[in-house]
């Protein structure tokens, strides 16, 4: 039997600095999903059109309440921000995020979707909705979409962690590791890229440099 990749160790993604302004709060969110170990964005209100104050008001509640992880709130409240504001790409993010931690993958899909036919160059929400398709085990669709936000940004190590641990679910080892290594370059110390590419490599039969990356994971892990 192949070894899974799976989520063993806490996500390693870093909290973006939190600004007081409510027009500018950052945050960065992470999700847990039937294929584990994936990363999710809640992508920042950065203003709002009309100086909309409810709908401002209605994001920052949704905000806090997917902190607290109460999803059917989180939900409620974005969807109060997008009648307020329909062009908001951040609330339909952030509410295809509460979807895909209630497993609702398809609203998940629509939500990312729209997202992205706001603002075509988010390459978070690319990533996110290939989360989601990961999730419907669409994984085709999935490495599309993270292929995208890599193309769109170069950078985002998150993606090519994603497109790995999709690229191991097909069973091609040596791209998972491709990807792996790519987001283990962008973000030295992740933990979770060191565990899927020590899967890969045993996947491959490499047992000497599965157990380092093991070894190496566990270390990380254990320094968090």
Not at 58 to 75: H, P, R
Not at 114 to 143: C, H, M, T, W
Request: charged residues 25%; hydrophobic residues 35%.
């Amino acid at each position: 039997m192949a070894a899974d990749f799976d989520n063993r160790f806490p996500n390693s993604v870093e909290n973006s600095n939190e600004k007081k302004s409510i027009l500018s709060t950052i945050g960065v969110w992470t999700g847990s999903l039937p294929w584990n170990g994936l990363v999710f964005f809640v992508i920042a209100l950065m203003g709002c059109k009309g100086g909309n104050a409810l709908a401002i008001t209605s994001f920052n509640q949704g905000v806090e309440n997917s902190k607290l992880k109460q999803n059917d709130k989180t939900i409620a409240d974005y969807t109060r921000a997008i009648e307020l504001d329909p062009k908001s790409a951040e609330a339909y993010n952030n509410r295809g995020n509460a979807y895909g931690e209630l497993n609702q993958f398809d609203k998940a899909i629509t939500d990312y979707t729209k997202a992205i036919e706001l603002v075509p160059k988010s390459a978070k929400a690319y990533n996110n909705r290939g989360i989601a398709y990961g999730g419907l085990e669409q994984f085709d669709k999935a490495i599309l979409d993270f292929t995208k936000a890599i193309e769109l940004d170069p950078k985002l190590a998150d993606a090519y962690f994603n497109r790995g641990n999709a690229y191991g679910k097909l069973n091609q080892y040596d791209k998972a590791i491709t990807d792996c290594t790519k987001a283990i370059e962008l973000e030295p110390k992740s933990a979770l890229a060191y565990f899927n590419r020590g899967h890969a490599y045993l996947n491959m039969g490499k047992k000497k440099e599965a157990e380092a990356d093991f070894a190496k994971a566990k270390m990380l892990d254990e320094g968090n």
